[in-house]
T-cell receptor, first 114, second 116 residues
Framework: EPEVTQTPSHQVTQMGQEVILRCVPI?????FYWYRQILGQKVEFLVS????????KSEIFDDQFSVERPDGSNFTLKIRSTKLEDSAMYFC????????????FGPGTRLTVT | AQKITQTQPGMFVQEKEAVTLDCTYD???????LFWYKQPSSGEMIFLIY??????QNATEGRYSLNFQKARKSANLVISASQLGDSAMYFC?????????????FGSGTQLTVLP
């Protein structure tokens, strides 16, 4: 069964460093998403991406964040200068289409900023 | 704006019993979708079941069913014949089905523990 994959599973970085989180969505899916979950809290939407551009973003997704689909399979989230409060689990998700299509989540990348 | 409320931070159920996890929602959208996800201790988010606001019948997927009461704005998850492997965090989520917004809005979750 096709699945969303994410690498790395755990990333530790120092405050102020740049990190890139990688995702490979399900191959025939057209919509891609990033969510984050701070430990013990609810899952929060960051950004959605379709047709090589951002279609929605939340208030969390400020200038420190960017997304890219560098090739036909990868979807990346970059945090330019990490802060302690960026420590969270980051989930990539993808969906086949707009309606109503379920979003399938990857296993997540746990980011720890020290 | 959409809001999901899960009022049960933790629930316990005996193995083989049924359990209901509560979810209420608030939205101004006329057309919306409701979802339940399971998050085991390993951390991944597993899609369980979907209900559209336009669906007249409650959704079912194996041992999972969604008790959708539109007038009460509730979308409770019912797990029948609980198994030890059902122990996990369960999240209710929703998104509008009209317009361009596709983001899921999640509740705070319910930690389910299945007792042997």
């Amino acid at each position: 069964e096709p699945e969303v994959t994410q690498t790395p599973s755990h990333q530790v970085t120092q405050m102020g460093q740049e990190v890139i989180l990688r995702c490979v969505p399900i191959s025939n899916h057209l919509y891609f998403y990033w969510y984050r979950q701070i430990l013990g809290q609810k899952v929060e939407f960051l950004v959605s991406f379709y047709n090589n551009e951002i279609s929605e973003k939340s208030e969390i997704f400020d200038d420190q964040f960017s997304v890219e689909r560098p090739d036909g399979s990868n979807f990346t989230l970059k945090i330019r200068s990490t802060k302690l409060e960026d420590s969270a689990m980051y989930f990539c998700a993808s969906s086949e289409g707009v309606l109503p299509y379920e979003q399938y989540f990857g296993p997540g990348t746990r980011l720890t900023v020290t | 704006a959409q809001k999901i409320t899960q009022t049960q931070p933790g629930m316990f159920v005996q193995e083989k019993e049924a359990v209901t996890l509560d979810c209420t929602y608030d939205t101004s959208d006329q057309s919306y979708g409701l979802f339940w996800y399971k998050q085991p201790s390993s951390g991944e988010m597993i899609f369980l079941i979907y209900q559209g606001s336009y669906d007249e019948q409650n959704a079912t997927e194996g041992r999972y069913s969604l008790n959708f009461q539109k007038a009460r704005k509730s979308a409770n998850l019912v797990i029948s014949a609980s198994q030890l492997g059902d122990s996990a965090m369960y999240f209710c989520a929703m998104r509008p089905l009209s317009g361009s917004a596709r983001q899921l809005t999640f509740g705070s979750g319910t930690q389910l523990t299945v007792l042997p």
